[in-house]
Protein backbone atom coordinates (compact mmCIF):
# COMPACT_ATOMS: atom_id res chain seq x y z
CA UNK A 1 0.00 0.00 0.00
CA UNK A 2 1.19 3.28 -0.82
CA UNK A 3 2.32 5.57 2.56
CA UNK A 4 2.76 8.92 3.58
CA UNK A 5 6.69 9.59 4.26
CA UNK A 6 7.56 12.21 6.38
CA UNK A 7 11.08 13.59 7.35
CA UNK A 8 12.85 13.73 9.32
CA UNK A 9 11.52 11.37 12.15
CA UNK A 10 13.15 13.71 14.91
CA UNK A 11 14.26 16.92 14.86
CA UNK A 12 16.08 18.97 18.21
CA UNK A 13 15.80 22.73 17.74
CA UNK A 14 17.07 25.73 20.03
CA UNK A 15 13.91 27.98 20.90
CA UNK A 16 13.50 30.99 18.29
CA UNK A 17 14.61 28.95 15.43
CA UNK A 18 13.50 28.33 12.43
CA UNK A 19 12.40 24.70 11.43
CA UNK A 20 10.77 22.69 8.28
CA UNK A 21 9.10 19.35 8.46
CA UNK A 22 8.53 17.72 5.31
CA UNK A 23 6.20 15.13 3.78
CA UNK A 24 5.60 13.23 0.39
CA UNK A 25 1.96 12.59 -0.12
CA UNK A 26 0.61 9.51 -1.95
CA UNK A 27 1.25 10.84 -5.64
CA UNK A 28 -2.24 10.56 -6.92
CA UNK A 29 -3.77 12.63 -3.52
CA UNK A 30 -5.52 15.95 -3.58
CA UNK A 31 -5.64 17.11 -0.15
CA UNK A 32 -2.86 17.36 2.63
CA UNK A 33 -2.96 17.89 6.40
CA UNK A 34 -0.58 18.88 9.33
CA UNK A 35 -1.93 17.37 13.15
CA UNK A 36 0.28 17.83 15.87
CA UNK A 37 0.17 15.42 18.80
CA UNK A 38 1.38 16.84 22.44
CA UNK A 39 2.82 14.00 24.42
CA UNK A 40 -0.75 12.56 26.32
CA UNK A 41 -2.69 14.87 24.53
CA UNK A 42 -4.96 14.77 21.42
CA UNK A 43 -4.12 14.57 18.00
CA UNK A 44 -4.60 18.13 17.27
CA UNK A 45 -5.51 20.11 13.46
CA UNK A 46 -3.12 22.25 12.17
CA UNK A 47 -4.20 23.16 8.46
CA UNK A 48 -5.70 21.94 5.31
CA UNK A 49 -4.47 22.19 1.86
CA UNK A 50 -5.30 21.97 -1.53
CA UNK A 51 -5.40 23.68 -4.97
CA UNK A 52 -2.05 25.35 -3.70
CA UNK A 53 -3.66 26.82 -0.93
CA UNK A 54 -5.11 26.75 2.42
CA UNK A 55 -8.40 25.39 2.41
CA UNK A 56 -9.14 25.30 6.69
CA UNK A 57 -6.81 26.31 9.67
CA UNK A 58 -6.90 25.93 13.51
CA UNK A 59 -6.57 28.76 16.23
CA UNK A 60 -2.98 26.74 16.79
CA UNK A 61 -2.36 27.71 13.18
CA UNK A 62 -0.66 31.27 13.44
CA UNK A 63 1.69 33.31 11.84
CA UNK A 64 4.27 31.22 12.80
CA UNK A 65 3.17 28.71 10.79
CA UNK A 66 3.52 27.96 7.09
CA UNK A 67 2.79 25.89 4.95
CA UNK A 68 4.03 24.69 1.47
CA UNK A 69 3.87 22.69 -1.25
CA UNK A 70 7.32 23.78 -3.39
CA UNK A 71 7.12 21.47 -6.39
CA UNK A 72 4.78 18.26 -6.91
CA UNK A 73 5.67 15.90 -4.84
CA UNK A 74 6.85 18.01 -1.38
CA UNK A 75 4.42 19.42 1.46
CA UNK A 76 6.24 21.59 4.17
CA UNK A 77 5.49 22.72 7.55
CA UNK A 78 7.25 25.44 8.45
CA UNK A 79 7.87 27.05 12.04
CA UNK A 80 9.11 30.24 11.83
CA UNK A 81 10.44 31.07 15.44
CA UNK A 82 9.98 27.60 17.28
CA UNK A 83 8.71 27.89 21.24
CA UNK A 84 9.40 25.51 23.80
CA UNK A 85 5.49 24.40 23.28
CA UNK A 86 5.64 23.65 19.74
CA UNK A 87 7.42 20.23 21.26
CA UNK A 88 5.17 18.04 20.04
CA UNK A 89 4.90 14.67 17.31
CA UNK A 90 3.90 16.25 13.59
CA UNK A 91 1.85 14.51 11.33
CA UNK A 92 1.40 14.63 8.19
CA UNK A 93 -1.61 13.03 6.05
CA UNK A 94 -3.34 13.16 3.13
CA UNK A 95 -6.42 12.01 0.71
CA UNK A 96 -7.70 11.38 -2.44
CA UNK A 97 -10.76 13.55 -2.68
CA UNK A 98 -13.33 15.58 -1.00
CA UNK A 99 -15.97 12.75 -0.79
CA UNK A 100 -12.98 10.03 -0.18
CA UNK A 101 -12.89 9.98 3.69
CA UNK A 102 -9.72 8.10 4.35
CA UNK A 103 -6.99 9.77 5.34
CA UNK A 104 -3.20 8.29 5.12
CA UNK A 105 -0.67 9.48 7.91
CA UNK A 106 3.01 9.56 7.78
CA UNK A 107 4.80 8.10 10.60
CA UNK A 108 5.40 11.82 11.99
CA UNK A 109 8.19 13.94 13.10
CA UNK A 110 9.03 14.24 16.36
CA UNK A 111 9.93 17.89 17.18
CA UNK A 112 11.57 18.72 20.41
CA UNK A 113 12.39 22.47 21.48
CA UNK A 114 15.19 23.24 23.86
CA UNK B 1 -16.18 23.35 16.83
CA UNK B 2 -16.71 19.52 17.21
CA UNK B 3 -15.47 18.43 20.64
CA UNK B 4 -14.15 14.76 20.84
CA UNK B 5 -13.94 12.79 24.02
CA UNK B 6 -12.26 9.42 24.50
CA UNK B 7 -12.52 7.18 27.33
CA UNK B 8 -11.09 5.28 29.24
CA UNK B 9 -7.25 6.83 28.68
CA UNK B 10 -5.81 3.15 29.39
CA UNK B 11 -7.64 -0.32 28.76
CA UNK B 12 -5.99 -3.42 30.09
CA UNK B 13 -7.58 -6.96 29.32
CA UNK B 14 -6.61 -10.12 29.31
CA UNK B 15 -6.11 -12.31 25.56
CA UNK B 16 -9.29 -13.30 24.67
CA UNK B 17 -11.51 -10.80 26.79
CA UNK B 18 -13.15 -7.74 24.96
CA UNK B 19 -12.18 -4.39 25.28
CA UNK B 20 -14.84 -1.38 24.60
CA UNK B 21 -13.59 2.38 24.21
CA UNK B 22 -16.06 4.72 24.32
CA UNK B 23 -16.24 7.98 22.56
CA UNK B 24 -18.47 11.24 22.27
CA UNK B 25 -19.39 14.34 20.00
CA UNK B 26 -20.48 17.66 20.27
CA UNK B 27 -21.43 18.51 16.61
CA UNK B 28 -24.52 17.33 15.26
CA UNK B 29 -23.17 17.82 12.03
CA UNK B 30 -20.92 15.64 12.53
CA UNK B 31 -21.70 12.17 9.79
CA UNK B 32 -18.24 10.74 9.57
CA UNK B 33 -16.69 8.65 12.67
CA UNK B 34 -13.36 6.70 11.81
CA UNK B 35 -11.32 4.53 14.45
CA UNK B 36 -7.49 4.48 14.23
CA UNK B 37 -5.04 2.44 15.47
CA UNK B 38 -1.64 3.32 16.24
CA UNK B 39 1.00 1.05 16.89
CA UNK B 40 3.74 1.62 18.88
CA UNK B 41 6.25 3.84 16.83
CA UNK B 42 4.41 3.88 13.77
CA UNK B 43 1.50 6.13 11.78
CA UNK B 44 -2.10 6.01 12.89
CA UNK B 45 -3.89 3.43 10.50
CA UNK B 46 -7.63 3.25 9.65
CA UNK B 47 -9.14 0.17 11.08
CA UNK B 48 -12.97 1.10 10.80
CA UNK B 49 -15.18 3.65 10.18
CA UNK B 50 -18.88 4.62 10.15
CA UNK B 51 -21.27 6.95 9.04
CA UNK B 52 -23.88 8.35 10.72
CA UNK B 53 -26.91 6.48 8.16
CA UNK B 54 -25.97 3.08 9.83
CA UNK B 55 -25.88 2.29 13.80
CA UNK B 56 -23.26 -0.77 13.72
CA UNK B 57 -20.30 -1.89 11.28
CA UNK B 58 -18.76 -4.93 12.03
CA UNK B 59 -14.83 -6.22 10.78
CA UNK B 60 -14.36 -9.54 11.74
CA UNK B 61 -13.29 -9.06 15.75
CA UNK B 62 -14.14 -5.31 15.45
CA UNK B 63 -17.08 -3.53 15.53
CA UNK B 64 -18.26 0.28 15.56
CA UNK B 65 -22.04 1.44 17.51
CA UNK B 66 -23.25 4.63 16.89
CA UNK B 67 -26.03 6.45 18.88
CA UNK B 68 -26.84 9.73 17.12
CA UNK B 69 -29.18 10.91 19.37
CA UNK B 70 -26.56 10.52 22.45
CA UNK B 71 -23.98 11.55 20.55
CA UNK B 72 -21.84 8.58 21.04
CA UNK B 73 -20.23 6.02 19.52
CA UNK B 74 -18.13 3.22 20.62
CA UNK B 75 -15.54 0.50 19.54
CA UNK B 76 -15.91 -3.00 20.35
CA UNK B 77 -13.03 -5.82 20.04
CA UNK B 78 -13.68 -9.13 20.74
CA UNK B 79 -11.02 -12.36 21.44
CA UNK B 80 -8.49 -9.77 21.93
CA UNK B 81 -4.97 -10.35 21.04
CA UNK B 82 -1.49 -9.08 22.23
CA UNK B 83 -1.04 -7.61 18.94
CA UNK B 84 -4.45 -5.80 19.47
CA UNK B 85 -1.87 -3.69 22.04
CA UNK B 86 -1.79 -0.11 20.77
CA UNK B 87 -3.46 3.11 20.92
CA UNK B 88 -6.55 4.10 19.65
CA UNK B 89 -7.88 7.24 18.51
CA UNK B 90 -11.71 8.12 17.57
CA UNK B 91 -12.55 10.97 15.27
CA UNK B 92 -15.65 12.52 14.31
CA UNK B 93 -15.73 14.90 11.00
CA UNK B 94 -18.91 16.73 8.87
CA UNK B 95 -19.67 16.40 5.15
CA UNK B 96 -17.59 18.81 3.07
CA UNK B 97 -14.09 19.20 4.87
CA UNK B 98 -14.40 15.65 6.29
CA UNK B 99 -11.45 17.10 8.57
CA UNK B 100 -11.22 14.27 11.64
CA UNK B 101 -11.30 15.76 15.23
CA UNK B 102 -9.82 13.32 17.08
CA UNK B 103 -10.18 12.19 20.94
CA UNK B 104 -7.43 12.18 23.25
CA UNK B 105 -6.89 8.28 22.57
CA UNK B 106 -7.16 4.75 24.42
CA UNK B 107 -3.64 2.95 25.18
CA UNK B 108 -4.69 -0.88 25.19
CA UNK B 109 -2.60 -3.22 26.34
CA UNK B 110 -3.84 -6.91 26.25
CA UNK B 111 -2.21 -9.55 28.73
CA UNK B 112 -0.83 -12.82 27.47
Known amino acids: EPEVTQTPSHQVTQMGQEVILRCVPISNHLYFYWYRQILGQKVEFLVS????????KSEIFDDQFSVERPDGSNFTLKIRSTKLEDSAMYFC????????????FGSGTQLSVL | GENVEQHPSTLSVQEGDSAVIKCTYSDSASNYFPWYKQELGKRPQLIIDIRSNVGEKKDQRIAVTLNKTAKHFSLHITETQPEDSAVYFC???????????FGRGTSLIVHP
Open chain 1, 93 to 104: ASKRGPTNEKLF
Open chain 1, 49 to 56: FYNNEISE
Open chain 2, 91 to 101: AAASGGSYIPT
